[in-house]
């Protein structure tokens, strides 16, 4: 079975309403999460949170707009990197870094990682290596967080094995079985929000686990098919895959067979 470990890795604020609509308009804690996946000695990282490289590369130019719309609280002792060290562990441990998908508070710590390999979907890498100013932020894609060699060892998902998921996964049928992993970590897309979004099922001593990345940003969102706010909607990658993905997430809450983890789920 696999071992999931969960780590807070800073926070960014913004009003309630934005993220789950209906949700009034008082500012709420938004954690930035990330995860270790183990199985048989091997470890991966899912993502990465924030990191100092996110105020560094925000700090000037159009990308201040990134940081004063969703501004971040991050402590130095947050940093991936540290937490990792507290619980024995090395970049050198770690057999590959999943990116979920570009957003700046999910790839902020890849330069603290430049020696691991990534891992993410190539439909989402193509559509957004090339983004730069106003094309990137709109996309919330902070180029400058992309260390150099970041090509040279990656990998896409889509090249893994495609595997049919268990029955009491539905309405998920396939996936991408991660190598190495015994197939207790699978990948699958979870398109809308942005370009490539893929999630992951872990399979833990507990059960089926889905880490839904950012396909909704509070629980209410899936459970009762309720949406952002719809001035989000011009920064969504594709409204009508959003929506359609939430839905699959619904079903999987109410199939009862699954639990269901967001990036960012807090104060909502």
């Known amino acids: 079975m696999a071992e999931l470990t969960t780590f807070t890795v800073g926070y960014c604020t913004h009003p309630a309403g934005m993220a789950l609509r209906g949700a009034g308009w008082r500012i709420c804690r938004f954690p930035a999460r990330a995860y270790l996946l183990g199985v048989g000695g091997r470890h991966w990282l899912w993502d990465t949170g924030y990191a100092e490289h996110f105020r560094q590369h925000t700090s000037t130019g159009i990308f201040r707009l990134y940081a004063a719309i969703t501004p971040v609280h991050f402590a130095a002792h947050e940093a991936l990197l540290a937490q990792l060290k507290d619980v024995g562990l090395t970049p050198r441990d770690i057999s590959g870094l999943l990116l979920s998908h570009f957003h ?72 991408w079985a991660l190598p190495e992993s015994r197939n207790e970590i699978l990948l699958v897309p979870l398109p809308g929000h942005a370009a490539g979004q893929i999630g992951a099922f872990v399979h833990t001593a507990d059960g089926w686990t889905l880490l839904a990345s950012d396909a909704a940003w509070a629980p209410q969102g899936y459970r009762e098919q309720r949406g952002p706010a719809r001035l989000t909607h011009l920064l969504m990658d594709d409204r009508a895959a959003y929506y359609d993905t939430l839905a699959r997430l619904h079903a999987l809450h109410r199939g009862g067979k699954a639990r269901i983890l967001l990036c960012h789920e807090g104060e909502l």
């Open 104 to 175: 700046g508070d999910h790839i902020a710590g890849l330069h603290d990682f430049a020696a691991t390999p990534c891992l993410c979907s190539g439909e989402g890498w193509q559509r957004t290596r090339g983004l730069r100013g106003f094309g990137a932020l709109r996309r919330a894609f902070v180029p400058g967080l992309i260390p150099a060699g970041f090509e040279t060892t990656l990998q896409f998902v889509e090249s893994f094995p495609l595997v049919r998921l268990p029955a009491e996964l539905a309405p998920f049928e396939w996936a």
